[in-house]
């Protein structure tokens, strides 16, 4: 079965929140702008929709529940939103006498065709300066929104890859090679057998879109044209190059 790639920019509302408050509107306003560094999406935010529902003759309030997302999305004509939940938040008075907030909240990725939710991540509990889960919010929104790609080509020191600068790869992002899935048939049905792990390619130069890379990692099978590629998101402000994040959030130097 072929390899799929996603070499487009999605379009992805970020809907604001239910709640008024300065902390909501600030989380909210800190994801879209990591989601707008990323550049793999092209973000609508509050603002943005703010503008879009005048020009409808439409007003914010009453549509950011659930049941007015699939609204929202024929409007802006995206397939996908991103809603913030402020799941805890507390105020511990400090011994300096100021006041330090222990803050949770949950991301979910909505079909905006549905309005169901498609995937969820947890960030928290973080304590103090808000700026401290800016790289937090950057790898959970990869990790909801991971780029897929294919091997282009592959030589004796480089694999050139199908996507580029354009959606957000950079110099060291980390993609896992996978083999193609294959059909088979097991008495009188036919099912789909996922490819094999083939090993993991660092990236080194990248144009709009294409990049190249090369092996840091592989076992059994060769590297070849037409395998798929798999983001395997990193945290970019580690001290470790290269390190993976697991579905755990520990990372698994190489």
Do not use: C
């Amino acid at each position: 079965i072929k390899a799929t790639s996603n070499t487009t920019k999605k379009r992805l509302v970020i809907l604001p929140s239910q709640k008024e408050g300065k902390i909501h509107s600030l989380i909210v306003d800190i994801v879209a702008t990591e989601a707008s560094k990323l550049t793999r999406y092209e973000v609508y935010n509050r603002q943005d929709l703010e503008d879009i529902l005048r020009e409808q003759s439409l007003q914010m309030s009453g549509l950011i529940g659930n049941e007015d997302a699939i609204k929202i999305g024929q409007i802006v004509g995206a397939n996908e939103a991103i809603k913030i939940t402020i799941d805890e938040s507390t105020s511990i008075p400090t011994e300096q006498g100021n006041i330090t907030i222990v803050l949770s909240f949950s991301i979910r990725q909505i079909d905006l065709t549905t309005s169901q939710t498609i995937n969820s991540v947890n960030i928290g509990p973080l304590m103090g300066d808000f700026s401290q889960m800016r790289p937090q919010i950057s790898l959970k929104l990869r990790q909801l929104f991971r780029i897929s790609a294919e091997v282009l080509d592959v030589d004796s020191k480089e694999v050139l890859v199908s996507v580029g600068e354009g959606l957000g790869v950079v110099k060291g992002s980390i993609f896992e090679v996978v083999s193609p899935d294959e059909i088979r048939i097991f008495g009188d049905k036919e099912v789909v057998i996922p490819g094999r792990s083939i090993g993991f390619i660092k990236i080194g130069r990248t144009s709009k879109e294409t990049s190249r890379s090369k092996i840091i990692r592989r076992w059994g099978k060769e590297v070849k044209a037409g395998y798929s590629l798999v983001e395997k998101p990193t945290m970019g402000n580690s001290i470790h190059y290269g390190i993976i994040a697991s579905k755990n959030d520990y990372s698994v130097p190489f």
